[in-house]
């Protein structure tokens, strides 16, 4: 798979916080969650990414092209953009922002008006169309900031938390509309405070936390983290149960009594094998199996006794 974005050796320096050295990169027509605890740095990088922040070190190549050349404004036109804007400033139309704004961008005036006709219909705003934007609620303005980033029909897709501030139903659209996206070639970024939510339709992650890059890799990379719990229909002796696992290096965490549950992590899918042969040998009835979602907490846990695994 091809690269379309480089980061070599990218550092944000600010008088109180580094932010990088990060060194990875984003593949075409894949879906690349950039994931990190708040002030962990996502936005900074994206925003660097845009070329909103210039004065950084390192390179950030995008199709080969540094951002910092002269080239550059060819490489913007590729790129939509979503964040969470506030239009309080604009007292025009909806409609008449868009067109305004879609000319701008240089699209083109032949169907521009059908586009935005379109555009307006997915996201439920044709009806207040003639409305001013600054009246619209902060569900209605982040909608109008998606057709934004959508309706220039880009390459790239880079979106800044499009889930805060949208219910499930719109969520559900954007999931949609990017997997429809991934379908056309076309990359998308998109960074996310709650990985659970949209884990299903993610293939790469670069993860950071506190600035530094701590994951690069794909999901299927990244389900070494992967936890299940395992319910047991009997009472049953965890600690045997541990000890059985242990022999074939698995590890048991969480003995839950109330639930009769046990959690265990999987390396790899021919280890589930070894839960079923001690349910089995000491016929004990399972009652349920259950992945748990991946989150920063179980990353953190994941990746400090490998470091521990390693000293
Ligand atoms: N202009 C600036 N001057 C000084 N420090 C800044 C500036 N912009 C960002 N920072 C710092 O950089 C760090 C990363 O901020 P950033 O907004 O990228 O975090 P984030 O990962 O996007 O967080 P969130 O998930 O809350 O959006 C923060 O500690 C922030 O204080
Ligand atoms: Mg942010």
Redo the contacts with the bound molecule.
């Keep these: 798979m091809e690269d379309i974005i480089q980061f070599d050796n990218y550092l944000?320096k600010?008088?109180?916080?580094l932010?990088g050295p990060l060194n990875c990169s984003i593949k075409k027509a894949r879906i690349t969650a950039l994931l990190?605890?708040?002030?962990?740095?996502?936005?900074?990088?994206?925003?660097s990414l845009l070329g909103m922040?210039k004065n950084f070190n390192g390179k950030i190549l995008v199709e080969g092209i540094n951002r910092k050349s002269l080239k550059y404004f060819k490489v913007n036109k590729k790129i939509g953009y979503y964040t969470q804007m506030d239009f309080s400033l604009y007292n025009v139309s909806a409609y008449k922002f868009l067109l305004d704004i879609s000319i701008m961008m240089g699209l083109n005036k032949k169907n521009v008006r059908m586009k935005i006709e379109n555009w307006m219909k997915y996201f439920d705003l044709w009806e207040a169309r003639n409305k001013s934007i600054k009246s619209f609620s902060w569900g209605m303005k982040n909608r109008m900031n998606l057709i934004l980033c959508f309706i220039k029909d880009p390459e790239i897709i880079i979106m800044?938390?499009p889930g805060a501030n949208l219910d499930s139903y719109w969520r559900n659209k954007i999931k949609n509309l990017l997997i429809e996206y991934k379908k056309q070639n076309k990359t998308v970024i998109i960074?996310v405070?709650n990985i659970d939510e949209i884990a299903d339709i993610i293939d790469d992650y670069i993860i950071?936390d506190n600035?530094e890059n701590v994951f690069n890799g794909s999901a299927e990379e990244l389900d070494i983290y992967a936890k299940y719990k395992v319910y047991i229909n009997e009472r049953f002796n965890h600690k045997n149960f541990r000890f059985f696992l242990s022999e074939y290096g698995i590890k048991a965490f969480k003995f839950d009594r109330d639930e009769n549950s046990l959690v265990v992590a999987i390396e790899n899918f021919k280890q589930i094998n070894f839960l079923f042969l001690y349910l089995i040998k000491n016929n004990l009835p399972l009652k349920n199996l259950v992945k748990l979602p991946i989150n920063m907490e179980s990353i953190h846990k994941a990746l400090e006794s490998k470091k521990l695994m390693q000293s």
Excluded at 36 to 47: A, D, F, P, R
């Design positions: 944000k600010f008088k109180k916080k932010i990190g605890s708040s002030g962990s740095g996502k936005t900074v990088i994206l925003n922040i800044d938390e960074t405070h950071i600035g």
